[in-house]
């Protein structure tokens, strides 16, 4: 296996998930710029703007999010998003394995609704993913309004 199921990324996820962990983003690396293995390579708790702050343009790399939003003044809701992360300047042959390599890291990050493909960090706008998201989780308090 790639290593997506280490120790350390199974705490991470557990972390993100957990209502009582302000942990809300991981990241992982490949260990090597050659090879399959993978590693945890940050958290943190600051957000998908954190989480942009945090990727590699040279990578591929894997992040799980959770977001929280507010329909309404009643509602509070939590959702994950998986991000596979190709940085503009990946070399091609990374490239061209992260479809098949992005399998393993999606079964060890199992729990999400959406899955955020990104090559900009504008892609992991919170705008734009709570909207996939509110579309993703059926009722739209908003009238389709984001």
């Known amino acids: 296996m790639s290593g997506a199921d280490a120790p350390e990324i199974l705490a991470a996820y557990e972390a993100v998930r957990s209502d009582k962990d302000p942990t809300n983003w991981l990241l992982i ?10 590693t945890l390579a940050a958290t943190g708790s600051g957000g998908l703007a954190e989480l942009a702050g945090a990727l590699d343009d040279g990578q ?6 959770r977001v929280e939003y507010a329909n309404d003044a009643e509602s509070r809701r939590v959702k994950f998003a998986v991000v596979v992360w190709i940085g503009p300047a990946t070399k091609v042959m990374r490239k061209a394995r992260a479809g098949i390599e992005s399998g393993a890291v999606k079964k060890v990050l199992a729990h999400h609704s959406i899955q955020v493909d990104a090559g900009d960090r504008r892609d992991l706008d919170e705008g734009d993913i709570v909207a996939r998201l509110r ?10 309004r984001g």
């Open 29 to 38: 690396s490949y260990a090597a710029a050659t090879g399959s293995q993978l």
């Open 60 to 65: 591929v790399q894997y992040a799980y999010a």
């Open 135 to 144: 579309k993703a989780g059926g009722a739209d308090y908003n009238g389709g």
